[in-house]
Structure formats: C-alpha cells, structure tokens
C-alpha cells in the first residue's frame, strides 16, 4: 500500500506573516492519516519546521544543488535542507528546468544528492503544451523519467510527480482519461526499470491546477497517490479541502 500524499509547493511566496497559514494547517492536523508536506521558500524552512514539529505536517525545499557543499553562491545543499528541518525536496520542477535550464542529468545529480543525504526526492516530469499537441507526452515523460529518476531510487527516497506544464498556475486540468493514461504509463516504466516491487511502491502524484473543487475526482484515478500543489496550497483553507479529499479518496 502506498502513503498518500498532499504537498505543497510555495514557490517563491512568503514572508514570516505566512506562518499563520502553516500555523493553522499545522493545528488542524495534528497527525494524519496521508502524508502532508508543505515547501516553502527557503527563507522558511527553519521557522515553518519549528511551527509544525509537533504536527503532522512535514517540511521540505523547493530545490538543492547537486554537490555536498562548496563555492555556489546562493546554493542550498541538500545537508542544509536536512539541518533546517527539512524531510524532503522537489526536484526538476517545471518551472526550475526552464528558469534555470536544468536538464534531467541535472536533476538527476541534485537527486542523487538529496537521496545520499536522507531527503525524499518529488521528481518533477511533464510535457508542454506544444508537445501534447504534437502527441509527445507519453515520450517526453518517459524521456524525463530515463534521465531524471537515479537507480538507487526506492519508495522510500523517492516520489514522480506528473506535472503538465500548460496546466501549471493555469487553471486548466487534463481529463481524467489523459490523467490515467500518464499515470499507468509512468508506473509500467518504474516497474520496469525497478522491478515489481520498488516500482510498485514509488508514489505518483498529479500537480497542475489542482483545487479544492476538483481533488476527489483526480484522486480517483489510477496510480494517483496524491498531489503537488502549488496556488491551492498557500491558504489553510484550499489545502485542507485538498486533503481531505485525498484522506477520504
Ligand atoms: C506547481 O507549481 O507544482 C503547481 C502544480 O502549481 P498550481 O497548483 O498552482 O498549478
């Protein structure tokens, strides 16, 4: 059985004030059922881990470099994520890999990285619009999980979250149907490369626009083992519908 899980990505959004947000999710879930993890920007980490210690809301980082520790200006180390009170971090996020031109053996690296120094990796894969278009997807994403995805991955290091960049902070979600099929995709390719078992038990989540209105019915789908939420996951009140919806999928 795999763990469900609700994740929030803050993005670059936050000040000490957004607190009483996670102060409130915290409150609200003092244990849980499904996983809930909330990444805020780095400039909270800290605070945001001392706000949910007793609760059962983790923290994790939005991203981390590749190497241990050394001269990259601005970096955050995946051991610095660790020390801050983090369990986990998003990796190859959509908006990483074009900001940042980061290519899957980029995120494999910082992958490798993360999972060596005890964090859960979310790897983030996902066609854009114009390769949906083009009949893509189902390479793009296979491509991004070849390259992305380290073979030392198991259930316990790592996530896949599938995340189509059109419907990313857009507004509009892929059917089900389309859902289904990338999901079941994704899983044949991790059981695959993986074997039954470890493929079996690495945990895929949809993100794109997901809502408190529309949840329960993507955590309907099939190998949908929960979300990453980027808009929806800012406020107590969006995120909470989404995780009840998913307590109860
Ligand atoms: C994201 O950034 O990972 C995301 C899914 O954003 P949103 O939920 O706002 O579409």
């Given at each position: 059985?795999?763990?469900?899980?609700?994740?929030?990505?803050?993005?670059?959004?936050?000040?000490?004030?957004?607190?009483?947000?996670?102060?409130?999710?915290?409150?609200?879930?003092?244990?849980?059922?499904?996983?809930?993890?909330?990444?805020?920007?780095?400039?909270?980490?800290?605070?945001a881990a001392e706000v949910t210690k007793t609760s059962g809301v983790a923290i994790g980082g939005q991203d981390c470099h590749a190497a241990q520790?050394?001269?990259?200006?601005?970096?955050?180390?995946?051991?610095?994520?660790?020390?801050?009170?983090?369990?986990?971090?998003?990796?190859?996020?959509?908006?990483?890999?074009?900001?940042?031109?980061?290519?899957?053996?980029?995120?494999?690296?910082?992958?490798?990285?993360?999972?060596?120094?005890?964090?859960?990796?979310?790897?983030?894969?996902?066609?854009?619009?114009?390769?949906?278009?083009?009949?893509?997807?189902?390479?793009?994403?296979?491509?991004?999980?070849?390259?992305?995805?380290?073979?030392?991955?198991?259930?316990?290091?790592?996530?896949?979250?599938?995340?189509?960049?059109?419907?990313?902070?857009?507004?509009?979600?892929?059917?089900?149907?389309?859902?289904?099929?990338?999901?079941?995709?994704?899983?044949?390719?991790?059981?695959?490369?993986?074997?039954?078992?470890?493929?079996?038990?690495?945990?895929?989540?949809?993100?794109?626009?997901?809502?408190?209105?529309?949840?329960?019915?993507?955590?309907?789908?099939?190998?949908?083992?929960?979300?990453?939420?980027?808009?929806?996951?800012?406020?107590?009140?969006?995120?909470?519908?989404?995780?009840?919806?998913?307590?109860?999928?």
């Open positions: 059985m795999r763990r469900k899980l609700a994740a929030g990505n803050w993005k670059m959004n936050g000040t000490g004030a957004s607190l009483a947000d996670l102060s409130e999710l915290a409150q609200r879930y003092p244990d849980s059922a499904i996983d809930i993890l909330i990444c805020p920007p780095a400039t909270l980490l800290h605070r520790s050394g001269a990259h200006t601005g970096d955050v180390s995946a051991q610095m994520l660790m020390d801050a009170g983090a369990s986990s971090v998003i990796l190859g996020h959509s908006e990483r890999r074009v900001d940042h031109g980061e290519t899957d053996a980029d995120v494999r690296a910082k992958a490798q990285t993360a999972m060596e120094a005890g964090l859960l990796s979310i790897i983030c894969v996902g066609e854009s619009l114009e390769q949906r278009e083009a009949a893509n997807t189902l390479d793009v994403v296979g491509g991004q999980m070849a390259g992305s995805i380290p073979d030392q991955s198991t259930g316990e290091n790592l996530v896949v979250a599938y995340e189509p960049v059109w419907a990313i902070g857009t507004g509009k979600v892929p059917t089900l149907e389309q859902i289904a099929e990338v999901h079941d995709f994704m899983r044949t390719l991790l059981e695959k490369r993986f074997g039954e078992s470890i493929g079996q038990s690495i945990r895929l989540l949809y993100g794109g626009s997901v809502k408190p209105g529309n949840a329960a019915e993507i955590f309907g789908v099939s190998n949908v083992d929960g979300a990453l939420v980027g808009g929806a996951s800012l406020k107590a009140a969006d995120f909470s519908g989404i995780i009840d919806a998913l307590a109860d999928a």
